[in-house]
């Protein structure tokens, strides 16, 4: 068991976001990818579930070749994400970023970035779609590919998670997308992450993050699992989606105190 140091943890609270090089590795990452590529070979005769197309002033939903193809919920395409999300690394990697061992899943999603024509994502929170009281939300993201600036590798903005919840210009300016203000957030002014196959970025979903259009030969996958503390309740009781309260880790006491409040009901 390898913990977190507390200049990592330090540096997690003041930006955001924490880089952990090679947290997935071997036979697992190996497993992981090839399962993934034949999961989007299956998929790539239906249409997808999500996907999107950028330009300089729209991002709306697309099934043009110029898109990121997006698939929700991977734990229940195949057994080997589900274990994944079990990684001890993973786990207590977000253990000690959250201050939690009580670690429930939200939802996983995968975005694949097809070679030379993998749209840019516009610099957001991921706040605006699944709020919660505590602000406890946190997302993990796996890379199975080398990410760069020219394939369309993560960007973010340091600290920017201790401004809370921003203006959300998406459903403003008629997209049913959520980002904040590209003037003031624009991606040239912020930090790319160069990762390669296996690294992990835990991220805020308050901090301001996007992702570069893919103008190389190479592919850029990706997977995604977003987790919160079980304590934590959404906002406006939003429906959330399969597996959402999947504890991870620990014990989900408010689940347990709920359950039996409708029993003595």
Do not use: C
């Amino acid at each position: 068991m390898v913990r977190l140091t507390r200049e990592q943890i330090q540096f997690y609270k003041d930006n955001g976001y924490i880089h952990l090089k090679g947290l997935i590795r071997g036979k697992e990452l190996q497993r992981v990818s090839e399962e993934y590529d034949s999961l989007f070979k299956r998929k790539n005769s239906e249409k997808t579930e999500s996907s999107w197309v950028g330009s300089d002033d729209t991002f709306r939903e697309s099934d043009s070749p110029y898109t990121v193809k997006g698939i929700h919920n991977l734990q229940m395409h195949h057994a080997v994400f589900g274990q994944l999300l079990y990684n001890e690394a993973l786990l207590d990697a977000l253990q000690d970023v959250m201050g939690t061992e009580n670690i429930m899943l939200h939802h996983t999603k995968a975005h694949l970035k097809p070679p030379e024509k993998g749209a840019s994502y516009p610099m957001h929170q991921d706040y605006p779609y699944f709020p919660y009281e505590k602000d406890s939300m946190v997302a993990a993201f796996i890379h199975l590919d080398a990410a760069t600036p020219e394939n369309g590798g993560l960007f973010v903005y340091p600290g920017s998670h201790k401004l809370g919840p921003l203006e959300d210009f998406g459903p403003k300016e008629g997209s049913h997308f959520h980002y904040v203000d590209q003037k003031k957030f624009p991606i040239e002014g912020a930090t790319p992450v160069i990762a390669s196959a296996g690294d992990v970025v835990i991220f805020s979903y308050l901090l301001v993050h996007g992702s570069s259009a893919n103008h190389s030969a190479r592919a850029r996958r990706m997977l995604l699992a977003q987790l919160a503390d079980a304590s934590d309740r959404p906002r406006g009781g939003e429906p959330g989606q399969p597996g959402r309260g999947w504890m991870l880790r620990g014990v989900n006491l408010t689940r347990d105190a709920t359950v039996a409040n409708r029993a003595r009901d």
